[in-house]
């Protein structure tokens, strides 16, 4: 999982840890909701404030993410910055193993025999 500010490069090393390992990559702010939608948290000046935790679809979040673990695969929507809104929605796979699960998976097995 990667955290951080707006703008630290989350999404370009995500990116990279995609293209370079197979490793899935969940975008939080495609989980955002609607720009119209009644319970999209205000700035105090009357804007959506998208830095507050209510501005995203948790439980949808949620959701994606246990069934990419459980499953291997789920589908996430695509928002669309410009629209306010999800345009859509694209798969998230769950294609590679890391060296660490491997090596994990190993020791467990050579241990137990």
Known sequence: MLAGPSGSGKSRLAGRLHRDHGW???RLDDFYKDGDDPSLPLS???????DDVASWNLQAAFDALEQLCTACATVVPHYDISASRAAGTRPALRTAVSAWARAASTSTSSSSA
Do not use: L, S, T, Y
């Open 24 to 26: 899935p990559v969940v």
């Open 44 to 50: 105090p000046i009357g804007i959506p404030d998208w």
